[in-house]
């Protein structure tokens, strides 16, 4: 009854505010328990790092879900992928450290780059030295790749349901 395209775009208006409001209620509460750096430039851009840090995850689920057929496999196949994308993430493991074959994973993990702009917003102004965790890319960039991930992964995701639709 719809084009892939139309059916694509409401999908993602209808989930916007779905990926908007649970890390917004997430941040209200998390953000003083925690005792992050007062202040309304930093809870605001925290609030956006979240925000853009959800819809990448949201993006690479959907990405990740548009090659099957089957949900069962599509459900089964994104935890792999999470962890993969957590584990190359830079929390865990200084991504130096990493052996060179699976250093490519860190360059497409939104939590990388949610991590790099949440460490510099938090120590901003400050005298840490975040350059020794090799957080150096600072907030801009992190937020620009953040919406890049977003974007490359929603359209690989439409192309891939285009191409697969079925001829009714």
Do not use: C, Q
């Amino acid at each position: 009854m719809y084009t892939v395209l139309a059916y694509f775009i409401s999908r993602n208006i209808a989930e916007l505010a779905v990926i908007t409001f649970i890390p917004l209620l997430n941040l209200l509460i998390i953000y003083w328990m925690i005792e992050l750096h007062p202040g309304a430039g930093y809870f605001f851009m925290y609030l956006l790092i979240s925000l853009l840090a959800s819809v990448a995850g949201s993006s690479y689920g959907l990405m990740i879900s548009s090659f099957f057929k089957e949900p069962k496999a599509a459900v089964s196949s994104v935890p792999i992928v999470g962890l993969a994308i957590i584990a190359f993430g830079g929390y865990f493991k200084h991504l130096k450290d990493l052996p060179g074959w699976v250093g490519w994973i860190e360059y497409i993990s939104p939590i990388r780059y949610a991590f790099i702009a949440n460490a510099t917003n938090e120590y901003r102004n400050t005298t840490a030295p975040i350059e020794l965790l090799g957080l150096n890319m600072g907030i801009t960039l992190s937020l620009v790749l953040l919406v890049v991930i977003s974007v490359a992964a929603r359209l690989i995701a439409v192309i891939v349901l285009s191409l697969s639709k079925t001829k009714l």
